[in-house]
């Protein structure tokens, strides 16, 4: 259940970005968010994790080259 619910919350978090706000696509934060949103809710109970999964430093991320799909 736990992937039903992450996975999908992930899908509709970006189905709206790309219909919603685009820009969000190329926004580190919000990869980092839902790094976190992933992360938080797969960690398990009782163990601290960091508050927010940070990339390296010096490397620029090409939105361009990752593949978004949509099943309808």
């Given at each position: 259940?736990?992937?039903?619910?992450?996975?999908?919350?992930?899908?509709?978090?970006?189905?709206?970005?790309?219909?919603?706000?685009?820009?969000?696509?190329?926004?580190?934060?919000?990869?980092?968010?839902?790094?976190?949103?992933?992360?938080?809710?797969?960690?398990?109970?009782?163990?601290?994790?960091?508050?927010?999964?940070?990339?390296?430093?010096?490397?620029?991320?090409?939105?361009?080259s990752?593949?978004?799909?949509?099943?309808?």
């Amino acid at each position: 259940m736990a992937v039903f619910i992450l996975v999908h919350s992930v899908e509709t978090l970006c189905i709206k970005a790309v219909s919603d706000r685009p820009d969000y696509l190329t926004n580190e934060t919000f990869l980092d968010e839902l790094g976190a949103l992933m992360q938080g809710y797969l960690q398990p109970a009782g163990e601290s994790a960091r508050a927010t999964p940070k990339r390296a430093t010096g490397r620029r991320r090409n939105p361009a080259s990752r593949e978004i799909t949509t099943s309808s």
